[in-house]
Nanobody, 116 residues
């Protein structure tokens, strides 16, 4: 079993920055993908960014150029640096750990609120 824990959410004004962190523990698979998803009230959960074990990244168009996903020194850690935040970025952000084509393990989520 894999346990995923996020941290770093909060309240920030539009134009500000936040950094989210995620750690996966338990059984760690060598070929994994870690990523961030978000869900705003009344909307479906959507992909924000993913990163493979080799460092290949993928971003939603809405966050390209503003958000950066990266791996920590430990292979089971991932960060999301969010700059130039907009009110529409307000959502619960979830970290996901994948060993197949879809996320297999989810964190509990962390709230990000961007005020205008």
């Amino acid at each position: 079993q894999v346990r995923v824990v996020e941290s770093g959410g909060g309240l920030v004004q539009a134009g500000g920055s936040l950094r989210l962190s995620c750690v996966a523990s338990g059984i760690i698979f060598s070929n994994n993908v870690m990523g961030w998803y978000r869900q705003a009230p009344g909307k479906q959960r959507e992909l924000v960014a993913t990163i493979t074990i080799r460092g290949s990244t993928n971003y939603a168009d809405s966050v390209k150029g503003r958000f950066t996903i990266s791996r920590g020194n430990a292979e089971n850690t991932v960060y999301l640096q969010m700059n130039s935040l907009k009110p529409e970025d307000t959502a619960v952000y979830y970290c996901a750990y994948s060993v197949t084509t879809k996320p297999n393990y989810w964190g509990q989520g962390t709230q990000v609120t961007v005020s205008s």
